[in-house]
């Protein structure tokens, strides 16, 4: 393993912990857990199954039934059965959980432009367009 790859993976890794203390300051402001926050974001324009969420927050399908349960009574998210299998249900915003989580990620997106705010407009593009291709490149590989 070359030096690049560990510093690749140690800035990665502060990065993820720095995006974790956005998400959980924003939670913090919408009086939810960080966990709500990346379920809610999850269902932007996604019906995921129960398993499906489970695997794209890295936790059990029992959390992700806790999750769904209290953002249910809160009137942000309900179940659907799926329509080509009866025996799936998935997840969809309500009304109410839709217009939240656009509050939410808008709250995300100031606190990235105000810690971002020294990058110049090309300097972003080349973020966007490198943390694209890494995405790609962990989706492949998993």
Not at 24 to 53: I, K, M
């Amino acid at each position: 393993m070359s030096e690049a790859d560990w510093e690749l993976a140690t800035v990665l890794g502060v990065l993820h912990r720095e995006m974790g203390a956005i998400y959980a300051q924003v939670a913090r402001d919408f009086e939810l857990t960080w966990q709500q926050v990346e379920l809610l974001c999850q269902l932007n324009d996604a019906s995921p199954s129960f398993g499906e969420l489970a695997r794209a927050l890295g936790c059990d399908k029992s959390n992700v039934t806790g999750m769904v349960d209290r953002l249910a009574r809160r009137g942000l998210v309900r179940r659907e059965s799926d329509p080509h299998d009866r025996r799936v249900i998935r997840l969809t915003r309500t009304e109410q959980g839709a217009a939240l989580g656009e509050q939410i990620q808008a709250a995300i997106a100031e606190l990235l432009a105000q810690r971002f705010v020294n990058l110049s407009a090309d300097d972003r593009r080349h973020l966007i367009t490198l943390s694209q291709r890494a995405l790609a490149a962990l989706a492949a590989a998993g």
